[in-house]
C-alpha cells in the first residue's frame, strides 16, 4: 500500500492541487495538519481513496472544517492512530509529540508536521517523518510517499 503524506498547506491552494495530482494512485492520503481553512478540507475530500488528517494550531474554523468534511476525509484531533496496510501508524502536528510517541514502539511510523521542514530519522524502530510542507514557508514544497510493503519513505519535492 502506498500512503501519500502532506502537512501545513496553509490555504495554498497551488501546491496542494500540484500534491494531490502527483499523489494520484496512491491507496490513502495523510495531511498533518495546519488545513486553515474548509475549503481546503473540501479539495482533500476530491481524492480518491481515504483522507486521514489532524488539526494543527493555525485551524482558522474548526467546527466548520468538521462539518464541511466530505465522507472520504476523517479529522483527527489532536492525533491519528492509523492501521494501514498492515502498518500502525500516528499523526501529529506537533514535533514535540512525534519523538514520545515513537519511543512507545507502538507505531511503525509517526507523522507530524508543523515545523515546516522535511525530516525523516528511526527512534527505535519506529519511522518519525515530517514530509516537509505546502505553504514553502522556507523556499521549499514538499510531501512523502510511505510503502507499507517495504516500510520505507520517501520524501519529494513538488
Known amino acids: 500500500m502506498r500512503i501519500g503524506i502532506i502537512s501545513d498547506s496553509h490555504d495554498n491552494m497551488q501546491p496542494l492541487r500540484k500534491a494531490m495530482e502527483k499523489l494520484k494512485g496512491c491507496d490513502a492520503l495523510i495531511h498533518c495538519g495546519d488545513l486553515i481553512a474548509p475549503f ?3 479539495e482533500l ?16 474554523e474548526q467546527f466548520h472544517i468538521m462539518r464541511v468534511r466530505p465522507e472520504n476525509v476523517t479529522i483527527g484531533k489532536p492525533m491519528a492512530e492509523l492501521e494501514l496496510g498492515g502498518k500502525k501508524i500516528a499523526v501529529v502536528h506537533y514535533i514535540h509529540f512525534a519523538d514520545p510517541l515513537a519511543l512507545t514502539g507502538k507505531y511503525d511510523v509517526v507523522f507530524y508536521g508543523h515545523t515546516h521542514k522535511k525530516d525523516k530519522h528511526k527512534v527505535g524502530e ?4 515530517n514530509p516537509g510542507d505546502l505553504m514553502g514557508l522556507h523556499g521549499e514544497v ?8 517495504t516500510n520505507e519513505v520517501t520524501l519529494h519535492d513538488l
Do not use: H, Q, S
Open 45 to 60: 475530500g476530491k481524492f480518491d481513496g481515504p483522507v486521514y488528517a489532524v488539526l494543527g494550531n493555525n485551524e482558522g
Open 126 to 129: 519506529t519511522l518519525v517523518v
Open 142 to 149: 514538499g510531501y512523502a510517499i510511505y510503502d507499507t510493503d
Open 40 to 42: 481546503v478540507v473540501v
